[in-house]
C-alpha cells in the first residue's frame, strides 16, 4: 500500500512523523506474520505538487491530511493541493483527513453529500463552511470507503489503526494497538466533548439571555421569560437565539447543565442524585437519559473513565 502523507503548513508534525512510524511497527508485525512488507509511506509536499511523479512512483493508494496545530492554512488551501487531492481520488486513492484536516478534504467538494467528522471543537465552524457535508462530531472516525474522516489531533492513531485493519486484519491491527500500547476498542468523540457555547454572534440581546443562563442554569427556566427579557416576542425570540447559538434554547440548557455535571463528577465526591439535583434534575432518570444522550455514557461510566 502505498500511502502519502500530506505536509502542508502547519500540520501537526507529530502526526506526520507518528503515521510513518506506525505504518513501519505494523510492517514489522507484518513480517513477523509472514505477510512481508505491506505499507510504503511517501512524504508529499504541498508546496511541490503535484507529487508523486506517476512515471517515478506507483499512485498513491491512500492519501492522508494530517491534523493542524496553529496555522490557517487548512481555512484556505492552495488550489494546487485541491486539485492534487481530486485528482488523487479520480485515480482511486482513499482520501483521509484528521482533525482540521477535514476542511482541507472538504475544498474539494468530495465530501458534498456525504457524512464526516471532524474535532468537536470545530464542528460548527466546519458546518457553516460546509453546509453540504452531514457532519457528525459525536464520531471519532467514519470510513465511508473511499473517503475516511477522523475527529480529534490524536486520532491520526485511530486512523492509522483503522488502515491497517482494513488492508491486513483486525489481528494485525489488534496487535499493533498493543505494542503501541493504544485502546483498539471503539471510541466516540463525544466521550471527550465539552460544551463552548458560541459568545461572539453579535447579538447582544441572546448575548444577555445566555450570560442569564449561565448563571441560572439549576433554575427552572420558561421561555416566555427569556423572550420578555430579550424584548421579543416568543417566536422571534427563538428564530434569533437558533440562529446566533444553533442550537434551540431547551437545547441549549441541557447542553449547559450536562457540562455543568461533568464538571462536578470531575471535582467533586458527589453521588450521581446530589449532581442531578445539583444542575437543575429533579428527575434522576431524565438526567441519566440526557446525559447517555449528549455524552454517550452514563453518569458512572463518565466518572470511571476521568476520575
Excluded at 138 to 143: E, F, Q, S, T, V
Aim: proline share 4%; aromatic share 10%.
Amino acid at each position: 500500500m502505498q500511502i502519502g502523507i500530506v505536509h502542508y503548513p502547519g500540520a501537526l508534525l507529530s502526526a506526520v512523523q507518528g503515521m510513518t512510524e506506525q505504518f513501519y511497527l505494523a510492517n514489522r508485525i507484518c513480517a513477523q506474520q509472514g505477510l512481508g512488507e505491506v505499507f510504503k509511506t511517501h512524504f508529499c509536499d504541498s508546496l511541490k505538487l503535484p507529487y508523486p511523479d506517476s512515471e517515478a512512483l506507483t499512485p498513491l493508494q491512500v492519501v492522508i491530511l494530517p491534523p493542524c496545530l496553529e496555522d490557517s492554512y487548512y481555512l484556505a488551501p492552495s488550489a494546487a493541493l485541491v486539485d492534487w487531492l481530486s485528482a488523487s481520488h479520480r485515480q482511486g486513492a482513499i482520501i483521509c483527513s484528521v482533525c482540521a484536516g477535514a476542511f482541507v478534504l472538504a475544498a474539494t467538494g468530495l465530501l458534498d453529500g456525504r457524512q464526516a467528522t471532524t474535532h468537536w471543537a470545530l464542528a460548527d465552524d466546519f458546518s457553516r463552511r460546509f453546509p453540504q457535508v452531514r457532519v457528525d462530531s459525536n464520531k471519532l472516525l467514519i470510513n465511508d470507503a473511499d473517503l475516511i474522516t477522523s475527529g480529534g489531533l490524536m486520532s491520526w492513531i485511530d486512523l492509522g489503526l483503522e488502515l491497517v485493519a482494513q488492508f491486513t486484519n483486525p489481528h494485525t491491527m489488534r496487535q499493533l494497538g498493543k505494542y503501541l500500547i493504544v485502546d483498539t476498542g471503539r471510541r466516540e468523540q463525544r466521550y471527550y466533548r465539552s460544551f463552548t457555547p458560541r459568545l461572539d454572534h453579535g447579538d447582544r440581546a441572546i448575548l444577555a439571555v445566555q450570560h442569564r443562563l449561565q448563571r441560572d442554569f439549576s433554575r427552572p427556566v420558561l421561555i416566555r421569560a427569556l423572550a420578555e427579557q430579550a424584548h421579543l416576542t416568543e417566536r422571534t425570540f427563538l428564530r434569533r437565539f437558533l440562529g446566533a447559538t444553533g442550537l434551540k434554547p431547551t437545547e441549549y440548557l441541557q447542553r449547559l447543565r450536562i457540562q455543568k455535571a461533568c464538571e462536578l463528577i470531575e471535582s467533586n465526591g458527589l453521588t450521581v442524585e446530589k449532581v442531578a439535583a445539583a444542575v437543575g434534575y429533579e428527575d434522576l432518570s431524565a438526567f441519566r437519559k440526557t446525559f447517555i444522550k449528549l455524552t454517550g455514557q452514563t453518569p458512572k461510566e463518565f466518572k470511571k473513565r476521568f476520575c
